[in-house]
């Protein structure tokens, strides 16, 4: 397991596609296999390895190969650490503009 900023690093590099974003929101709503994936979004064999490979390396994907076909599905534990680091950045955001209200009401009194 590396260390978050590393986990955050391949996340973001696996997702900072549209593409692979969407084979992440379609493994979302279940399991799917290779040529299923390169069928709906017109992939060639080359391009759907270079992208599956990238959202395995970030963790987000299981891959099991079953004779020539292999099975995908989502791994939603590594997204955990991108959603935990927005929420701290919201709850940062979230506090300075309470305090930025207080300061204001403070002006008002």
Same mark, same amino acid.
């Given at each position: 397991?590396?260390?978050?900023?590393?986990?955050?690093?391949?996340?973001?590099?696996?997702? /900072?596609?549209? @593409?692979?974003?969407?084979?992440?929101?379609?493994? /979302?709503?279940?399991?799917? +296999?290779?040529?299923?994936?390169?069928? &709906?979004?017109?992939? +060639?064999?080359? /391009? #759907?390895?270079? @992208?599956?490979?990238l959202i395995e @390396?970030?963790?987000?994907?299981?891959?099991?190969?079953?004779?020539?076909?292999?099975? #995908?599905?989502?791994?939603?534990?590594?997204?955990? =650490?991108?959603?935990?680091?927005? =929420?701290?950045? &919201?709850?940062?955001?979230?506090?300075? #503009?309470?305090? #930025?209200?207080?300061?204001?009401?403070?002006l008002e009194d």
């Amino acid at each position: 397991m590396g260390t978050r900023s590393a986990i955050l690093d391949d996340v973001f590099d696996a997702l /900072a596609n549209e @593409h692979r974003r969407n084979i992440v929101a379609r493994l /979302a709503r279940g399991p799917t +296999t290779t040529p299923a994936i390169a069928r &709906q979004y017109g992939f +060639t064999k080359q /391009a #759907l390895s270079r @992208h599956i490979g990238l959202i395995e @390396h970030a963790g987000l994907i299981a891959r099991v190969r079953r004779g020539r076909v292999d099975h #995908l599905r989502l791994l939603p534990g590594r997204l955990d =650490s991108l959603t935990s680091w927005v =929420s701290e950045l &919201q709850a940062g955001w979230t506090a300075s #503009l309470n305090r #930025l209200d207080q300061v204001l009401d403070d002006l008002e009194d």
